[in-house]
């Protein structure tokens, strides 16, 4: 039987899982299932592709194991990923800082990897108005080379500073994406879903494509409120090691896994690397 005008109505967007699988503070003490290295990386993306994710989001390492920004690095891990997994993932490298780099070191990582996407943490790139030029200019060079930015948002004032740099003229992105975080790199950090209603009040502004982060054994409670809000979601090992039980997760696969069943549990069904890709305007 034909769908009425109000079924078609009632369809509801796919929704992205990216994977966070490693970040660039924890190591094989804190779980010995973190991935760290290039083959181990391309092993936890097939695994997380498997369970439903669409996207990963990559860390690299020294070889002590400590957080680096490296384009070489970074080639191997992005080479091992593709041969296990193809075009199916989505392939974001991180900028982050974690008090290693400068800003003019974290632009000059993702000229030199030309990756399909990178995150950029605001308070890192911009934090104030005599780093925005050079800000501004990174940016149009991304657009340039068809690389998607996602801006890290980690307070709702970020949130206006970032609408105001784009209603300036500053951002060269019609569709700009961002990740909200709830909460912060600490010990003991636990999120909550209501800590991502203060991103999403009338007197912010909504951003086309958000994303959202949480820390803790609520973290897939936390992606599954910010999914039905509309946003897609971001898990892994990077901020959280407990399943919704808050049992030990064995891997980051059991992670997305656990948010892929949440997700369709409430009737939201999970993009692909190609819906997410089309969304961001990439190439495969």
Same mark, same amino acid.
């Given at each position: 039987?034909?769908?009425?005008?109000?079924?078609?109505?009632?369809?509801?967007?796919?929704?992205?899982?990216?994977?966070?699988?490693?970040?660039?503070?924890? &190591?094989?003490?804190?779980? $010995?299932? @973190?991935? +760290?290295?290039?083959? /181990?990386? =391309?092993?936890?993306? #097939? %695994?997380?592709?498997?369970?439903?994710?669409?996207?990963?989001?990559?860390?690299?390492?020294?070889?002590?194991?400590?957080?680096?920004?490296?384009?070489?690095?970074?080639?191997?891990?992005?080479?091992?990923?593709?041969?296990?997994?193809?075009?199916?993932?989505?392939?974001?490298?991180?900028?982050?800082?974690?008090?290693?780099?400068?800003?003019?070191?974290?632009?000059?990582?993702?000229?030199?990897?030309?990756?399909?996407?990178?995150?950029?943490?605001?308070?890192?790139?911009?934090?104030?108005?005599?780093?925005?030029?050079?800000?501004?200019?990174?940016?149009?060079?991304?657009? &340039?080379?068809?690389?998607? $930015?996602? @801006?890290? +948002?980690?307070?709702? /004032?970020? =949130?206006?500073?970032? #609408? %105001?740099?784009?209603?300036?003229?500053?951002?060269?992105?019609?569709?700009?994406?961002?990740?909200?975080?709830?909460?912060?790199?600490?010990?003991?950090?636990?999120?909550?879903?209501?800590?991502?209603?203060?991103?999403?009040?009338?007197?912010?502004?909504?951003?086309?494509?958000?994303?959202?982060?949480?820390?803790?054994?609520?973290?897939?409670?936390?992606?599954?409120?910010?999914?039905?809000?509309?946003?897609?979601?971001?898990?892994?090992?990077?901020?959280?090691?407990?399943?919704?039980?808050?049992?030990?997760?064995?891997?980051?696969?059991?992670?997305?896994?656990?948010?892929?069943?949440?997700?369709?549990?409430?009737? @939201?069904? +999970?993009?692909?690397?190609?819906?997410?890709?089309?969304?961001?305007?990439?190439?495969?």
């Amino acid at each position: 039987m034909p769908e009425t005008a109000q079924e078609r109505s009632d369809v509801v967007e796919p929704k992205a899982i990216a994977v966070a699988p490693n970040g660039g503070r924890r &190591g094989k003490a804190d779980h $010995p299932a @973190i991935p +760290l290295t290039a083959d /181990e990386i =391309a092993r936890t993306a #097939a %695994a997380c592709l498997d369970a439903g994710a669409a996207m990963i989001h990559m860390h690299v390492r020294d070889r002590d194991g400590a957080h680096l920004l490296d384009a070489d690095a970074y080639r191997d891990a992005i080479a091992a990923t593709r041969a296990a997994v193809g075009d199916r993932l989505v392939i974001q490298i991180t900028t982050e800082a974690v008090g290693r780099y400068r800003p003019d070191e974290q632009m000059a990582v993702v000229r030199a990897v030309r990756p399909q996407a990178a995150s950029l943490a605001l308070r890192e790139l911009a934090p104030d108005e005599a780093s925005e030029a050079a800000f501004a200019d990174f940016l149009a060079w991304m657009a &340039g080379e068809r690389i998607a $930015p996602q @801006i890290i +948002l980690y307070t709702p /004032e970020e =949130a206006d500073r970032m #609408a %105001a740099l784009h209603k300036r003229g500053l951002i060269p992105f019609d569709r700009l994406s961002v990740l909200y975080v709830l909460g912060r790199y600490a010990e003991g950090q636990k999120s909550a879903p209501a800590d991502l209603l203060p991103f999403l009040t009338d007197a912010r502004p909504r951003f086309a494509d958000w994303m959202v982060c949480a820390f803790g054994a609520r973290e897939t409670a936390c992606a599954t409120f910010g999914a039905m809000l509309g946003g897609h979601i971001r898990v892994g090992f990077e901020n959280n090691f407990c399943l919704p039980d808050g049992a030990l997760a064995p891997d980051n696969a059991a992670l997305v896994h656990a948010t892929a069943t949440a997700l369709g549990s409430v009737g @939201i069904p +999970l993009a692909k690397a190609d819906e997410l890709r089309a969304l961001w305007r990439l190439s495969s």
